[in-house]
C-alpha cells in the first residue's frame, strides 16, 4: 500500500472552488455515509438512474451500491464524496477490472448539475488511482449521457471515447501531463467567479461600524462612502439608525436587500457568527478586519480554524483576518473597504501584501508618485484567499497590467510557481520575499542540502517562473512604476542622454553592474548629435549635453536617439542649476517621449523641488537618482528577455527503469531511509542512466587488492560509510594508490573514519577536463530542486551553485551551467579543450527526472562530476531516502486548509 493511500484512509479532506465560485467539500465515503448516499438515489428521477445505471434499478439494487461505495477503501477500491452545507450531492468511484486499470462511475445531483461538481470528483478520483497504482480509469456510458461524456472529455487530451455496441468506451489515462493546462483553466476560471464578491461587489454591509470616528469599523464604512461606492451600502450597528451618513440596521439578517460582501470590525468571538449571518445575506465574501486569530497563540488558532469552517461550510471566501482591506479603483467600482490612510490614483498595478504596514507604505508610495493601482488587498493571516487565489484572479483582469506582491510565506509554493509562471507570460509579477537570512536550518549533511538554504530555494523558484525580486520594498515600487505604463525593452542596450556629466557617469557604471549594456554609438548617430546639440561636453554614450543645454537642443538630441535604433532603453539625465530651466526642459521633452510609444524612458531629475513624478501622456517614471532609474531598467530588460525566451520542453529520455529505481527506494525506506548503502544507491542512479564510475565495496583489504587488480592501478580508495561527510577532512579517501602495497596500507586508514564493519569502496582512478557538482535537495513545500556547480574543492570554497526546482525542461538545464560563473571552464577556456556540455545537460535533466519521479530521495550529492569531451560521470554520490508524505499538490484543485 502505497503512503498517500494510508493517507487517504485516515480521511484525507478537502474544499474546492465549483465552477460558478461556490465551494465544495470533497471527502473519502464514510460507512455512515450509507443514509445520505441512500437520499441521494432516492431524490433522482428514473432519466437520472437510468444514465448511471443503463436501466432504473430497484430499491435492492440501490442498497447494493450503497453498500459497495461504503465499503472500506483499498488500492483497487476507492470513492469520494462531494458535500454542499453538510448534504452530499455528488459521488465517485472505481473498482479493479484488469491490470492497473479501474472501472470508474460519477453520480451528481440532479441540482447541482452544471456548476462542475462531477470535473472535481472525477480529478480527485484519477488523483487517487494515480497514487494506487492505476494507469486508467475505464468507463461505459450510455450515448445520450452527453454531459459525463463532456466531463471525461475535457479532463485530458488524453481521454478516448469509442462507440461500442450502444455502448461508449471511456479511457481516462491517470498520468497525462496535458491535463494540467485544462485544470489550470478551469481553477482560474472558478477563482474569477469566486472572487468576484470580494472585488466587484453590487453591495456591501459593514458590520462594527461605529459612531465614534477613529474606531476601525467607522473609519473603513466612511472610506467606502467617501471614495464613492458604486453600489448600495449599509451599516450594521444594533443601537444607531445612521453612522457616517451611512443607513444602519440591527443586523445582516435586517437588511433591506443582498449584499456581495460583508467587511466585519467586532471582537474575534463575535466573527464567526457573523460570518454565519452574512450567507443568510447572500454574501460570497467577508473581509475580516479583527484581529486575535491566527497571529495569536492559544485560542486565536482555534478560533480561525472554527471561521474558515463556518465559511466554507456556507460558501464564503475570506480575506483576513487582521488584515487592512481591499481596494478597487475601477470607476464602476469604487470600491476602498479599508481603514488606510490615503487612496491611491487608479492604474494597472495590482498588489497583494501579507503585512499591512508594507500595503501602507506601497499605497503611500503609489499615491506619492501617481503609480496607479488597479487592486489592493491585504491579506494578513491569510486564512482562507491567499496569493495563488488571486494570481488566478488577475490572470485574466483587463484592468491589471502588473502584479506586485509582498510574502512572508508560502502555502503551497509548487502550485504558486505554476500560477505565477503562466501569469509572468502574460503580465509582470514582481515580489519581495522577506527572510534572506542564512541563518535558516540546513536541509542535511551534503552539500546540495548546505547550500539550499531557504532564500536560495525562493530565488530558484522566481527565476524559473519570471518573478521580478526586488532586494527591498523601495525597489519593488520603483520597478513596478517603470512596468505598470511601459514597454518592455527589445534588448538590453542602454543610451543615456543627459545634462550631469557624473550623474550620466554613475548611470553607466550602475547599468554595466547589472548586465545592461551602454555600446558607444555610431558614426552616423554622433555626428547627427553634433548637428542638434552643438557645443555639449560629450557625443558618445552617455550623451553629455552640459548643463547649459538649452530645452531645444536637449529635445532635439533625445529624437536623435530615440529614432536612430541604437538603444532598447533611454535613461534622460537633468540636473538643475540656476543657469538652466528645468521646468522648460521636460516641456520640451514630452512631445518627443510621447511621440515613441515603444522605447522603454525612463527619466532622472535632481535639484528640481515639485517635478511632477511623471512625464507626458505615456507616464514616463520620473526618478531622484540614476541608480534607482537603472535598477528598475535592470529589472524590466530582464524580464522582458526572459518572456522572449521559449518555454522550453520535456525531452524524452532513454533507458529510464522507473520500476526498478522505485522498488529500490521502497526497500531503503522499508530499511529505515536515511543515507544508502552505495550499492542501493547505484541501482536507483543507474535506473535514470546517471553515468557512475566503477565501484566496488570490498570488506577486508584483500578484497580491496583483488578489486584494485582487476580495475586495474592506480585506484582510489574511500570509506564506505553512507553516514559519513567530507570523507576526504577525515582521512576516508586515499587516492592514486598504485599497488597492491598501497592498497593494503590504506585500508585501515580509510575504513577507520567510519563505523566498523562498512569496509572501503575501490574505484579506478579517472580523470577529467573540469570537476562539476550535481545533486538534488527535497524541500517538503517547494518540492526537490536540482543543484549544478563546480564540483570537488571549489564546491564549498567558491560557491559556484545553481539551483532550479522540478519538473526541469531542457532549456532550465542549458541555462543552468551556463549561469555558473565557472562556465567559460566549459566551453574551452585559455585553449583547453571544451567539455560535452550535451552530456551535462543529459545528466542534469536525468538527474531532475529522478527528483521528479521520486520524491523520497531527500538528498543527492554527486561530487565530483568528471566533464570531458567524451562524456560525463560521477566519481562520488551520497543518496539518503526519507518519506515524502502529505506534501501540497501543484495541480489538484484545493483551496487552502484552515
Not at 465614534?212 to 473603513?220: I, K
Not at 583483488?706 to 574511500?718: D, I, N, S, T
Request: a neutral charge; one cysteine or more; aromatic letters at 4%.
Amino acid at each position: 500500500m502505497t503512503t498517500s493511500t494510508v493517507a487517504l484512509h485516515r480521511g484525507v479532506a478537502v474544499d474546492a472552488l465549483t465552477a460558478d465560485g461556490g465551494i465544495v467539500h470533497l471527502r473519502p465515503v464514510d460507512p455512515d455515509d450509507a443514509p445520505a448516499l441512500s437520499a441521494l438515489y432516492g431524490r433522482s428521477s428514473a432519466d437520472d438512474l437510468r444514465m448511471r445505471f443503463f436501466a432504473v434499478p430497484a430499491g435492492a439494487a440501490l442498497q447494493a451500491e450503497v453498500r459497495r461505495l461504503c465499503r472500506a477503501p483499498t488500492d483497487g477500491h476507492q470513492a469520494i464524496v462531494a458535500e454542499l452545507a453538510g448534504r452530499i450531492v455528488g459521488v465517485a468511484s472505481y473498482e479493479p477490472c484488469a491490470a492497473r486499470r479501474a472501472q470508474f462511475a460519477v453520480f451528481v445531483d440532479d441540482s447541482q448539475r452544471g456548476r462542475g461538481i462531477g470535473t472535481l470528483l472525477l480529478e480527485h478520483l484519477t488523483d487517487t488511482a494515480r497514487r494506487c497504482g492505476i494507469t486508467h480509469l475505464i468507463g461505459e456510458v450510455l450515448p445520450g449521457n452527453t454531459a459525463m461524456l463532456h466531463v471525461a472529455r475535457d479532463l485530458t487530451t488524453g481521454t478516448r471515447a469509442v462507440l461500442h455496441e450502444g455502448l461508449f468506451d471511456v479511457a481516462v489515462p491517470t498520468e497525462n501531463e496535458t491535463a494540467q493546462p485544462a485544470i489550470a483553466d478551469r481553477e482560474r476560471h472558478a477563482e474569477r467567479a469566486s472572487l468576484r464578491p470580494l472585488l466587484r461587489p453590487t453591495a456591501v454591509a459593514v458590520v462594527g461600524a461605529g459612531r465614534t470616528p477613529g474606531s476601525t469599523g467607522h473609519e473603513t464604512l466612511r472610506a467606502l462612502r467617501e471614495y464613492g461606492f458604486t453600489g448600495p451600502l449599509y451599516a450594521v450597528n444594533p443601537h444607531a439608525g445612521t453612522v457616517a451618513g451611512v443607513a444602519a440596521y440591527p443586523s445582516l439578517t435586517t437588511l433591506p436587500g443582498p449584499v456581495d460582501l460583508v467587511v466585519i470590525a467586532v471582537p474575534a468571538p463575535a466573527v464567526a457568527s457573523v460570518v454565519a449571518d452574512a450567507a443568510v445575506a447572500g454574501a460570497g465574501a467577508a473581509v475580516i478586519l479583527s484581529a486575535g486569530f491566527g497571529e495569536s497563540d492559544g485560542p486565536g488558532r482555534d478560533r480561525q480554524a472554527e471561521l474558515v469552517r463556518v465559511a466554507r461550510e456556507h460558501g464564503i471566501r475570506l480575506v483576513g483576518p487582521n488584515c487592512l482591506g481591499v481596494l478597487n479603483t475601477a470607476p464602476d467600482i469604487r470600491l476602498n473597504a479599508g481603514f488606510t490612510p490615503v487612496v491611491p490614483p487608479p492604474g494597472g498595478l495590482a498588489v497583494a501584501s501579507q503585512s499591512g504596514a508594507v500595503g501602507i507604505a506601497v499605497i503611500e508610495h503609489a499615491a506619492r508618485t501617481r503609480c496607479g493601482l488597479s487592486a489592493f488587498v491585504s491579506l494578513g493571516n491569510k486564512a482562507d484567499v491567499s496569493g495563488n487565489d488571486l494570481l488566478a484572479y488577475w490572470f485574466d483582469d483587463p484592468a491589471t497590467t502588473a502584479v506586485a506582491l509582498y510574502l512572508e510565506s508560502f502555502g503551497n509554493p509548487r502550485k504558486f510557481s505554476r500560477l505565477v509562471r503562466a501569469l509572468a507570460r502574460r503580465k509582470p509579477v514582481l515580489a519581495v520575499k522577506s527572510g534572506r537570512s542564512t541563518a535558516g536550518q540546513r536541509a542535511g549533511a551534503s552539500h546540495t542540502a548546505a547550500a539550499a538554504v531557504p532564500d536560495v530555494t525562493v530565488d530558484a523558484l522566481f527565476a524559473q517562473a519570471g518573478v521580478v525580486r526586488a532586494d527591498s520594498l523601495g525597489e519593488l515600487l520603483d520597478t513596478a512604476r517603470l512596468l505598470t505604463d511601459q514597454p518592455l525593452p527589445t534588448g538590453d542596450r542602454l543610451a543615456v542622454v543627459g545634462n550631469a556629466g557624473g550623474l550620466n557617469i554613475l548611470a553607466a557604471d550602475a547599468a554595466e553592474a547589472g548586465n545592461l549594456r551602454v555600446p558607444a554609438l555610431s558614426e552616423t548617430l554622433r555626428q547627427r548629435l553634433t548637428q542638434v546639440a552643438p557645443g555639449a561636453a560629450g557625443y558618445d554614450n552617455p550623451v553629455d549635453l552640459g548643463a547649459g543645454a538649452t530645452p531645444l537642443a536637449f529635445a532635439e538630441a533625445v529624437r536623435a536617439v530615440a529614432t536612430s535604433g541604437e538603444a532598447d532603453a533611454l535613461l534622460l539625465v537633468l540636473i538643475a542649476t540656476r543657469a538652466n530651466d528645468v521646468p522648460a526642459i521636460l516641456t520640451a521633452l514630452t512631445p518627443v517621449v510621447d511621440a515613441h510609444p515603444a522605447l522603454t524612458v525612463a527619466a532622472v531629475v535632481v535639484g528640481a523641488p515639485g517635478t511632477a513624478p511623471t512625464l507626458g501622456q505615456r507616464r514616463v517614471p520620473v526618478f531622484d537618482l540614476p541608480e534607482r532609474a537603472v535598477r528598475a531598467l535592470r529589472h524590466a530588460a530582464r524580464y522582458a528577455a526572459w518572456r522572449r525566451e521559449p518555454l522550453g520542453g520535456w525531452p524524452a529520455l532513454s533507458g529510464l527503469d522507473t520500476d526498478a529505481a522505485q522498488a529500490c527506494v521502497t526497500e531503503g525506506l522499508a530499511a529505515g531511509g536515511g543515507w544508502q548503502p552505495y550499492e542501493r544507491a547505484a541501482r536507483i542512479l543507474t535506473a535514470y542512466g546517471i553515468p557512475l564510475s566503477p565501484a566496488v565495496t570490498a570488506p577486508d583489504a584483500g578484497t580491496a587488492v583483488a578489486v584494485a587488480e582487476r580495475f586495474g592501478y592506480p585506484v582510489a580508495l574511500k570509506c564506505a560509510d553512507p553516514d559519513l561527510v567530507h570523507k576526504s577532512d577525515t582521512g576516508g579517501v586515499q587516492l592514486a594508490l598504485t599497488d597492491a602495497e598501497q592498497v593494503r596500507g590504506a585500508f585501515a586508514g580509510v575504513t577507520a573514519a567510519g563505523r566498523p564493519g562498512h569496509g572501503a569502496l575501490v574505484q579506478p582512478m579517472l580523470s577529467g577536463e573540469v570537476e562539476l557538482s550535481c545533486g538534488i535537495v527535497h524541500d517538503p513545500l517547494f518540492g526537490s530542486l536540482v543543484m549544478a556547480g563546480l564540483g570537488g574543492v571549489h564546491t564549498d570554497v567558491l560557491g559556484d551553485r545553481v539551483f532550479r526546482l522540478v519538473p526541469l525542461t531542457d532549456l532550465d538545464a542549458r541555462r543552468m551551467w551556463r549561469s555558473l560563473r565557472g562556465a567559460p571552464l566549459l566551453t574551452g577556456y585559455r585553449g583547453r579543450p571544451a567539455v560535452d556540455t550535451i552530456a551535462v545537460e543529459d545528466l542534469l535533466l536525468r538527474v531532475g527526472r529522478l527528483a521528479e519521479d521520486l520524491p523520497a530521495v531527500a538528498e543527492l550529492d554527486l561530487n565530483p562530476v568528471l566533464a570531458g569531451s567524451t562524456g560525463v560521470v560521477a566519481v562520488d554520490m551520497k543518496l539518503c531516502l526519507r518519506a515524502a508524505t502529505g506534501e501540497p499538490d501543484p495541480i489538484l484543485r484545493d483551496l487552502r486548509r484552515p
